[in-house]
């Protein structure tokens, strides 16, 4: 299957501090990605859609000004907390279709980035 | 609006058992995607599965089995012949033609293989 990565896989910060984390499609490109949420024991949670030369579409009750996301390339997809507060611990996960962006393609997972907030 | 329930939170049994995970769905649209992914302790989401609503023959690929049955809306997952490696949490999710790509993921079901 297609190779989603992330970066970093793990990160730990203070509260108040803004942390960036990376989504890139390896060997595809992806005009869209999603970004989602997993709380421990829970399922993923959609937070919203990156678009490439676009802006992103945010779900409902999600804050567009504290997590701020950029789709610089058709491979790279970019998830800023800002001001991050101990809630906003949790396990970020992001996903690409590859095929272009179909409703048919399947949707490959990045493996994840586990944020930890003092 | 769409919806997956997995009704099973966890399930434990003993290596070389069978196991069922139970999925249904809700949705008006008539074309949808139903998915199945794998969870292990690591974290990453596996791909397991993709059956679009207009296919409802069922699939085996190795130890893994899916039935689908749209007339009681379920798309569940069999496991034969369970191994430890199979410890893992297990999601179903929807995709509905109208929406896109967007995922909705039941709540998972945890499954413990036991030596």
């Known amino acids: 299957g297609a190779v989603v990565s992330q970066h970093p896989s793990r990160v730990i910060c203070k509260s108040g501090t803004s942390v960036k984390i990376e989504c890139r499609s390896l060997?595809?490109?992806?005009?869209?990605m999603f970004w989602y949420r997993q709380f421990p024991k829970q399922s993923l949670m959609l937070m919203a859609t990156?678009?490439?030369?676009?802006?992103?579409?945010?779900e409902q009750g999600v804050e567009k000004d504290k997590f701020l996301i950029n789709h610089a390339s058709l491979t790279l997809s970019t998830l800023t907390v800002t001001s991050a507060h101990p809630e906003d611990s949790s396990f970020y996960i992001c996903?690409?279709?590859?095929?272009?962006?179909?409703?048919?393609?399947?949707?490959?997972f990045g493996p994840g980035t586990r944020l930890t907030v003092l | 609006a769409q919806k997956v329930t997995q009704a099973q939170t966890e399930i434990s049994v003993v290596e070389k058992e069978d196991v069922t995970l139970d999925c249904v769905y809700e949705?008006?649209?008539?074309?949808?995607?139903l998915f199945w992914y794998k969870q292990p302790p690591s974290g990453e989401l596996v791909f397991l599965i993709r059956?679009?609503?207009?296919?409802?023959q069922n699939e085996i690929s190795g130890r893994y089995s899916w039935n689908f049955q749209k007339s009681t809306s379920s798309f569940n997952f069999t496991i034969t012949a369970s191994q430890v490696v199979d410890s893992a949490v297990y999601f179903c999710?929807?995709?509905?033609?109208?929406?896109?790509?967007?995922?909705?993921f039941g709540g998972g079901t945890r499954v413990l293989v036991k030596p």
């Open positions: 999710a929807l995709s509905e033609a109208s929406a896109g790509n967007k995922l909705t």
């Open positions: 949705t008006r649209d008539t074309t949808y995607y």
């Open positions: 060997d595809f490109q992806a005009t869209t």
């Open positions: 996903s690409a279709p590859a095929g272009g962006g179909a409703v048919t393609d399947t949707q490959y």
């Open positions: 059956r679009n609503s207009f296919d409802e």
């Open positions: 990156s678009n490439e030369g676009s802006k992103a579409t945010y």
